[in-house]
């Protein structure tokens, strides 16, 4: 309990700083949104397209909530870019659906 007690607080100081600063928030749901991505493009990459799909998936929920936090147009298109290699992926189209993942990388890295 007492190595669970320092964690449970860093996370709670963590949250707390998140909700304080919206920017903060986005910043760090667009580095877990590109993480993912890139999965997704190795995913592609090694021909598994339900990979692609579930880290695609996974990216999407964290471009959502940075759009929420601060709107960006690239955002916009990093979405749009994760849904297509969601639904490439569901048609078992590895190589569409992990190009649609490097547009999604791309946009999410020319967000600020």
Sequence with gaps: MRAILP???TTCAFAALLALN???AAESH???ALTHAEAAVASGKAGDAKGVG???AAAKVHVDAAEKEKANPHLEAADKSLESAIEHSKMGHADI???SAEEAV???KAAP
């Design 7 to 9: 964690t449970i607080l």
């Design 22 to 24: 919206p920017a903060m």
């Design 30 to 32: 667009k580095a877990e």
């Design 54 to 56: 579930e880290h695609a």
């Design 97 to 99: 659906a992990g190009k």
């Design 106 to 108: 791309t946009h999410l």
